[in-house]
């Protein structure tokens, strides 16, 4: 079993075993935040908030990427979201339920939400191993030091082990 399919088969055991047995769990969320539980959270946490220096959080942080092209496009390029299994259509929403839930408060004014199209098109330029960790640093420094980001978000550090 791949680390992916364990974290997601225990989350989906946490939320059959939570569940009050009267109502299906799943069937109370929306499609998106449905997605994320099943496709990302597994990894990033039901809310967002993981042990950051493994995981990057996203909880109220994410949407800083949205201040800059190279940004909006790293979330679609990240390799874990332009492998998952969602169609165009299903990911872009997944990746405004993140920004704008998930990130609430940090991404900027009037930020566009995400389409199919331009999802669609950055995940075919999926990040490797190898250039993401360098391509992340430069966008964290540049969110910090021009977008008021906090410095936190250097918190993620698999780049300095790597
Ligand atoms: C197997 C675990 C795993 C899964 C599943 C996963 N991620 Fe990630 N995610 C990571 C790791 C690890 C990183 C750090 C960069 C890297 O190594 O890919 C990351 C990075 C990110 C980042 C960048 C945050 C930052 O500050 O750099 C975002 C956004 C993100 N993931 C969103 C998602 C979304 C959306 C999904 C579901 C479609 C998802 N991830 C699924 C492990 C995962």
Same mark, same amino acid.
């Given at each position: 079993?791949?680390?992916? =399919? ?7 055991? $946490?939320?059959? =075993?939570?569940?009050?047995? =009267? ?8 499609? %998106? ?15 967002? *908030?993981?042990? !950051?220096? &493994?995981?990057?959080?996203? @909880?109220? $942080? ?5 201040? *800059? ?8 390029? &990240?390799? /874990? ?5 969602? /169609?165009?259509?299903?990911? %872009? =929403? *997944? $990746? /405004? ?16 939400? +995400? ?8 995940? @075919?330029?999926?990040?490797?191993? *190898?250039?993401? !960790?360098? +391509?992340? @640093?430069?966008?964290?420094?540049? $969110?910090?030091?021009? +977008? ?8 993620? !550090? ?5």
């Amino acid at each position: 079993m791949t680390t992916s =399919a364990r974290c997601i088969a225990i989350l989906l055991g $946490l939320l059959s =075993a939570t569940g009050s047995g =009267a109502a299906e769990p799943a069937a109370q969320f929306a499609p %998106a935040q449905g997605n994320f539980i099943l496709g990302c959270a597994g990894c990033h946490g039901l809310t967002g *908030v993981s042990n !950051s220096t &493994l995981v990057p959080s996203l @909880k109220g $942080l994410v949407g800083y990427y949205l201040n *800059v092209p190279d940004g909006r496009a790293y979330l679609s390029r &990240l390799p /874990n979201v332009a492998f998952s299994t969602f /169609n165009d259509r299903e990911l %872009a =929403a *997944v $990746l /405004n339920y993140m920004v704008f839930n998930i990130g609430a408060g940090s991404a900027p004014a009037g930020a566009r939400p +995400y389409s199919a199209a331009e999802v669609g098109k950055w995940r @075919k330029q999926p990040l490797t191993e *190898v250039t993401l !960790s360098a +391509y992340r @640093k430069k966008l964290v420094e540049t $969110l910090i030091s021009s +977008y008021q980001a906090p410095a936190e978000m250097r918190g993620y !550090s698999a780049a300095a082990t790597q």
